[in-house]
């Protein structure tokens, strides 16, 4: 039986010795990648949280504070971003003091969800509008008034709860 001499167990110790440090190493640019992207998304969490409240907040008082009137659709855009297509209204409407106003409705996502646009030319439809800023109008419904900020909302608190929970190693 041959045993090891002192040359042959400080090579195998250097061996030892670099292998665990590499794996130490590398252990730590693991842990501080997943702190950055814990951190990540929890920033990006908190932004969407705080614009879906922000949209909240400003479609509340929007709905509480403003008037109300009938308008007419009087032109559909089709825009395209990508592979996204949405639909965007011009609507026309009348302020009680007599003012014509046209605007854009918030468009909405229709790739997915078959080649319809929400609305047609010709439509009436009740919108709202800030009596000071006639410009800042929007259709009177559940879906232009409160879907996309309770979805920015939604969305913040998921991003929130995987940044919180996930694990750290």
């Known amino acids: 039986r041959q045993t090891k001499g002192p040359v042959h167990r ?3 110790r250097a061996i030892n010795n670099g292998v665990l440090h590499k794996t130490q190493q590398q252990r730590r640019t693991m842990t501080q990648s997943i702190n950055c992207a814990n ?5 990006v969490g908190i932004g969407l949280f705080a614009y879906g409240l922000s949209t909240f907040i400003e479609s509340y008082e929007l709905a509480r504070h403003s ?3 009938l ?3 009087v032109k559909l855009e089709l825009e395209r971003w990508k592979y996204v297509r949405y639909y965007s209204a011009i ?3 009348q302020t009680q003091k007599g003012k014509h106003i046209e605007f854009r409705s918030k468009p909405l996502i229709v790739s997915g969800f078959g ?6 030319e010709g439509q009436v439809l009740t919108i709202r509008y800030n009596a000071e800023n006639p410009s800042r109008a929007i259709v009177d419904s559940f879906l232009h008034l409160w879907v ?3 979805g920015l909302v939604f969305l913040g608190i998921a991003a929130l709860v995987v940044a919180i929970t996930m694990p750290l190693h």
């Open 10 to 12: 400080a090579v195998g």
């Open 39 to 43: 951190t990540l998304t929890f920033l």
């Open 67 to 69: 008037e109300s009137s």
């Open 71 to 73: 308008g007419t659709v």
């Open 91 to 93: 609507i026309d409407f």
């Open 115 to 120: 080649n319809w646009p929400s609305f047609q």
């Open 148 to 150: 996309p900020s309770a």
